[in-house]
């Protein structure tokens, strides 16, 4: 797996890159200070990256200069939206309402606070790759509120007939390649359309993506 890591702090950087590399020893990590710099890696790169763990403000207060403009949310929507199939998880220090809503609307997988210890941090990279996404404790009231008033602004959810196809197998136990198989289509193709799906009921696995699609008005469109 090639992991993208952007965080301006050197000292934390570093800690936290030495123990990926422990847990992950198979993976290649690229750590980098600066978000212009992460850009430029995401342009150039030869092969994409299948994870990005993303420090979400560039502070005055790292190593770099104050001159450094490109935060970490940009970079995060830059890598959307060349390759939307990378997971991305977020450390930040900001607890308002307003931060949290605006990274679930622009669909990051995990959400930590940077307090939080490496040990949850692997725990939202396990979550990840399972295809699951996952949420700081302290971020879960902030969820279920925007969750609701969603669901009080929305009565209905547009999915299309792929999507709605997709549903259907996965209500009946079939595993990512059987659908894959029995759609005629790639696999990448599936994972990525059940993402886009849990992202938009915000949902975090295939259970509770089931269910929300059993129990609210969903509309299939012809596209």
Known sequence: MKVLYLEDQAMIREATTNYLKILFPDWTITAVGTGEAAIALIRLATEHFDLFLADLSISGKSEFPAKTKIQGTQVIEFIQSVHPECKVVVLTAMTGDASINHLININVNAILFKSSDLSELNQAIEEVKAGNTYYAKDIEPIIKKNSINNKLSDTSLEITKLQHNIVQL?????????????????????????????????????????TYMTENQIIVVNN
Request: no cysteine; aromatic share 4%.
């Open 170 to 210: 996965l209500k009946l136990g079939k595993g990512y390649e059987e659908v894959a198989a029995e759609l005629h289509t790639e696999l990448r193709t599936v994972r990525y359309q059940i993402e886009l799906m849990r992202r938009a009921t915000l949902t975090k696995n295939i259970p509770e993506l089931i």
